[in-house]
């Protein structure tokens, strides 16, 4: 498959980490964060850390939208499927996140009406199919997905669909970044820049790390070629005593970003002054609100919202993992607690949530090794 295949082409693959190993510094210990979690999911799905030198340390970052949600507002999505009336819809990879008194599906078997999307549009749809009850979207994701949530919205107006709202929990991802950057525990020499949510921004925001932190950053693709690429480029820029933003994922992101998507962000959201995010607290101009002009379509202009503040369960590490502090096995509840059928923290739960990559992938490999080295 075009794309796919030649991204994944095994010699290529090994040329590319001797490049890798060719230009490390031998003497030095290098920590690249990988912002996005669908980089990390590539990174032990593909087996990578294998492929690099020792001294090169991956710290996962805080790109999983699920994962930096904190409980309180899941469970103040949920305060609104208590009512018979709404019909709550929101993306798979939400169902299984914990709230203080269970997921969404736990939910849906309590006998609340929970529904799968895959796109506000379907919630859209439900809403004129379901002319007398109220449709509320659980509105989630970076830049990557809030484009889709701001025409729906617009669409919602022209048609006047007055029995559709979307709770809104879209986060932005360059005050995430900053927030890492003042983290005083933390400590980077570059960053792997997300590449969904560069496909909307562009790779002209990133600007302000290279010049500000001297840190280069290189936004990139999700195949095991694409993400070796995107280290060399570091690498290179490193070696040179640069620090610039380059372009590794050239095929899908456009330096400007997508003028269209951001036209319909901005006509529809504005920033929030404060968002809380889990494990880096609240976080100033992080993610967007709906505007008063649709005010009629904000879950949370027209509903009781409770706006409760939960904390994790003490043991649970997982503001330590987002931050990169702590690597998934390093939790102390991981795989034995909370493990992927158990979930106690987000991370466990989403697809790109660095604690279910772990345990699907280096997590099982380990266990495989003991029984080899046992039997
Ligand atoms: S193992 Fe579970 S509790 Fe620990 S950080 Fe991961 S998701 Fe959170």
Redesign the pocket.
């Known amino acids: 498959m075009r794309f796919v295949d030649e991204f994944r082409d095994p010699e290529i693959i090994t040329k590319a980490a001797a490049e890798v190993h060719r230009l490390v510094d031998p003497g030095r210990h290098y920590r690249f964060m990988e912002v996005c979690g669908g980089h990390t999911h590539a990174i032990y799905r593909f087996g990578l850390k294998d492929l690099l030198p020792e001294n090169i340390e991956l710290i996962h970052g805080p790109g999983c939208p699920v ?1 930096v949600l904190p409980m309180g507002r899941i469970d103040d999505g949920l305060s609104l499927c208590q009512d018979s009336n709404v019909i709550f819809t929101a993306f798979g990879d939400m169902m299984r996140v914990p709230g203080t008194h269970g997921s969404p599906l736990e939910h849906k078997a309590r006998g609340a009406d929970v529904r799968i999307v895959y796109s506000p549009s379907d919630a859209l749809n439900l809403a004129r199919a379901n002319p007398d009850r109220h449709v509320m979207f659980f509105a989630i994701g970076f830049e990557t997905t809030a484009p889709s949530t701001a025409l729906t919205l617009l669409r919602a107006r022209v048609e006047g669909i007055k029995n559709f709202s979307v709770f809104c929990n879209h986060v932005t991802i360059i005050p995430a970044i900053r927030a890492i950057l003042d983290s005083p525990d933390m400590r980077l020499d570059a960053f792997i820049g997300p590449g969904h949510v560069s496909t909307v921004i562009g790779c002209r925001p990133y600007e302000w790390i290279c010049r500000n932190e001297n840190k280069p950053i290189v936004v990139s693709g999700f195949e095991p070629l694409d993400m070796l690429q995107s280290i060399v480029m570091i690498l290179r820029q490193l070696n040179a005593g640069e620090a610039k933003v380059e372009n590794q994922y050239k095929r899908v992101v456009p330096w400007e970003g997508n003028r269209a998507a951001l036209r319909a962000m901005a006509e529809v959201f504005q920033l929030r002054p404060y968002f809380e995010w889990r494990g880096l607290g609240f976080i100033s101009q992080s993610a967007l609100r709906i505007r008063d002009e649709f005010a009629e379509w904000d879950a949370e202009q027209r509903f009781q919202v409770p706006g409760v503040r939960v904390t ?2 003490r ?4 503001g ?2 987002l931050k990169g502090v ?1 690597k ?1 096995h390093q ?5 034995r ?2 493990t992927p059928e158990h ?7 989403s697809t790109e ?3 279910a990559a772990y345990h699907s992938y280096e997590h099982r490999k380990q266990l495989l090794t003991n029984i080899q080295t046992a039997a």
Do not use: R, T, Y
């Open positions: 994962c994790d369960p043991a649970a590490q997982c330590e993992v702590l998934p939790c102390k509840l991981f795989g607690e909370c979930p106690i923290g987000a991370l466990m739960v949530g660095s604690c």
